[in-house]
């Protein structure tokens, strides 16, 4: 064998290809050149394998085309020497070249024997393409749902009241809306970073609204505050300024974002009324100071104009005239109707907001205090009274004793003979509507509007009128516990008051006794 090898390049044992046979120049040169390009095509072919896989790195079964690339230029070896033989006659070489030929080419199906069931495996072309079709298809899809998505968010953000804003914890960045900058009258308005939107706040403003921003995002509390921002114009409008902290896994704020709302015309609403609300209470102190001297000092003149002119006519009534009797007693009853419409005015104006003293009060003890109150005037007027079952609801006890006092009251003076009252309770979606009806005179529609305003009087038919004050103080008093107060009436056949107030949960079926 190694003797063999050392003679593989001798050619002295055989005659060249030529010489051998009667080959003539077209049969002899067919083979030349079949086996050359046969060659050459065999040596082509593995280079491009060879330069597919370098380029395609993901391409499966690398190791099978670089074998059939070792066995397609092995082949192409031997038909070189094919050719070669033609002239020198190496026949050795020729049989070297064909046994390393037969190894790669049992070293291919070795190989591959086991890769066909993997490869039969792999989708088909046809599967893999339509596959990405879908893919493709997925995807222009998706897209095309993001750009809607974006314009429709541009289209949100622009035409939005409110400005809105985003900014990049990581890398400072800060966008603000097409809106956002419109609301400080310079469209083109943008920010680098956030120091951008911090030369915009006022100076004034700057370090509540950094202390509040710091403590949101060290523990998020919530970042809402109002301040001043400049305009284009460098005036200073007043901003509501929103927005919440978005966190990593590991709690760090990343990014925030927000809104900026313009309420300037807000703010110079809350200061304008503010400013009255002062006026107000100032307005509220001098009529505190007014009935404290109403309720001292005019009143003690009523008393002694009304004590001489009854010590007029008990010492001179026999010496007067009957007509100067008659002027005295106009005169007593003149102060006595001015000392009860001070007193009304008085009460009137200590009714105010009561929502914070109202409780649970059972209006069945209300209506008996009222008409222990009204006993002399029941006594006189024979008026016959029925008290159904009555709840409890949320008022203030004396308060709401006043009111059905005033109801039952009036229900007796405006009225033609026996007065017959009739007190109840029906539930209502809010809590408890109270009525107090009569058989009374009842009242005409525009009466039923006005009845209700202050020194707004009815004629009963005795000639006798109050004071004007009993349904105005009525009506601020249910006003005061959260409900309301209206009437219905028919001229000459009654009149029905209806108080709703709120009931009070609890108190078995929310009825007193």
């Known amino acids: 064998m190694i003797d063999w090898f050392r003679a593989l390049f001798d050619t002295a044992d055989w005659p060249a290809r030529w010489s051998c046979g009667r080959w003539s120049e077209a049969h002899g040169w067919l083979h030349v050149v079949s086996d050359s390009v046969v060659f050459l095509s065999y040596t082509a072919i593995p280079v491009l394998i060879l330069y597919f896989i370098r380029r395609r790195p993901d391409v499966p079964f690398q190791r099978i085309f670089l074998l059939f690339g070792m066995f397609i230029l092995s082949c192409g070896l031997t038909h070189l020497i094919e050719a070669v033989i033609f002239w020198v006659p190496m026949y050795r070489v020729a049989g070297l070249a064909k046994a390393i030929t037969a190894v790669?080419?049992?070293?291919?199906?070795?190989?591959?024997?086991?890769?066909?069931?993997?490869?039969?495996?792999?989708?088909?072309?046809?599967?893999?393409?339509?596959?990405?079709?879908?893919?493709?298809?997925?995807?222009?899809?998706?897209?095309?749902?993001?750009?809607?998505?974006?314009?429709?968010?541009?289209?949100?953000?622009?035409?939005?009241?409110?400005?809105?804003?985003?900014?990049?914890?990581?890398?400072?960045?800060?966008?603000?809306?097409?809106?956002?900058?419109?609301?400080?009258?310079?469209?083109?308005?943008?920010?680098?970073?956030?120091?951008?939107?911090?030369?915009?706040?006022?100076?004034?403003?700057?370090?509540?609204?950094?202390?509040?921003?710091?403590?949101?995002?060290a523990d998020d509390r919530v970042f809402d505050v109002r301040l001043r921002m400049q305009c284009a114009d460098e005036s200073y409008r007043w901003c509501r300024l929103r927005g919440r902290c978005v966190r990593a896994a590991d709690g760090a704020a990343v990014r925030m974002g927000g809104s900026l709302q313009d309420i300037h015309d807000l703010k110079r609403a809350e200061d304008e009324l503010a400013r009255q609300n002062d006026q107000l209470l100032a307005s509220n102190e001098d009529l505190e100071r007014f009935a404290y001297i109403a309720s001292h000092d005019l009143q003690e003149p009523l008393r002694m104009v009304?004590?001489?002119?009854?010590?007029?006519?008990?010492?001179?009534?026999?010496?007067?005239?009957?007509?100067?009797?008659?002027?005295?007693?106009?005169?007593?009853?003149?102060?006595?109707?001015?000392?009860?419409?001070?007193?009304?005015?008085?009460?009137?104006?200590?009714?105010?907001?009561?929502?914070?003293?109202?409780?649970?009060?059972?209006?069945?003890?209300?209506?008996?205090?009222?008409?222990?109150?009204?006993?002399?005037?029941?006594?006189?007027?024979?008026?016959?009274?029925?008290?159904?079952?009555?709840?409890?609801?949320?008022?203030?006890?004396?308060?709401?004793?006043?009111?059905?006092?005033?109801?039952?009251?009036?229900?007796?003076?405006?009225?033609?003979?026996?007065?017959r009252i009739t007190i109840g309770a029906v539930p209502s979606p809010q809590g408890w509507t109270l009525h107090v009806q009569d058989d009374g005179v009842g009242m005409t529609p525009r009466d039923q509007q006005r009845i209700f305003d202050l020194f707004s009087r009815g004629e009963s038919s005795s000639g006798s009128t109050g004071a004007g004050i009993g349904l105005a103080l009525c009506q601020r008093a249910v006003q005061g516990f959260g409900g309301r107060l209206w009437v219905e009436s028919t001229k000459g056949a009654g009149s029905t008051f209806y108080v709703s107030l709120r009931g009070v949960e609890g108190k078995g079926n929310g009825r007193g006794r």
Not at 379 to 395: M, N, Q, T
């Open 306 to 419: 009304a004590s001489y002119c009854q010590l007029l006519k008990m010492r001179y009534s026999e010496e007067l005239p009957e007509q100067a009797v008659q002027f005295v007693d106009f005169a007593v009853d003149g102060a006595e109707r001015m000392r009860g419409m001070i007193e009304g005015l008085l009460a009137y104006s200590r009714v105010g907001d009561t929502s914070s003293a109202t409780g649970p009060v059972d209006a069945g003890s209300a209506v008996r205090e009222a008409l222990v109150n009204l006993e002399l005037i029941l006594d006189e007027s024979k008026a016959e009274i029925e008290v159904g079952e009555l709840p409890w609801v949320k008022a203030e006890p004396a308060l709401l004793a006043q009111v059905f006092q005033n109801l039952i009251q009036n229900a007796i003076r405006y009225h033609d003979g026996t007065p």
């Open 104 to 217: 790669v080419s049992a070293m291919t199906v070795v190989a591959l024997v086991p890769v066909i069931p993997r490869a039969l495996e792999l989708p088909s072309i046809a599967a893999a393409n339509t596959e990405l079709q879908r893919e493709v298809a997925e995807r222009r899809a998706a897209e095309e749902a993001r750009r809607l998505s974006e314009e429709r968010f541009v289209r949100a953000t622009d035409g939005a009241a409110d400005g809105l804003w985003d900014w990049s914890l990581v890398d400072d960045q800060l966008w603000i809306s097409t809106s956002y900058a419109r609301l400080l009258g310079d469209d083109q308005a943008t920010f680098d970073d956030h120091t951008g939107w911090k030369r915009r706040v006022h100076p004034d403003d700057l370090a509540d609204v950094l202390e509040v921003l710091e403590g949101h995002l």
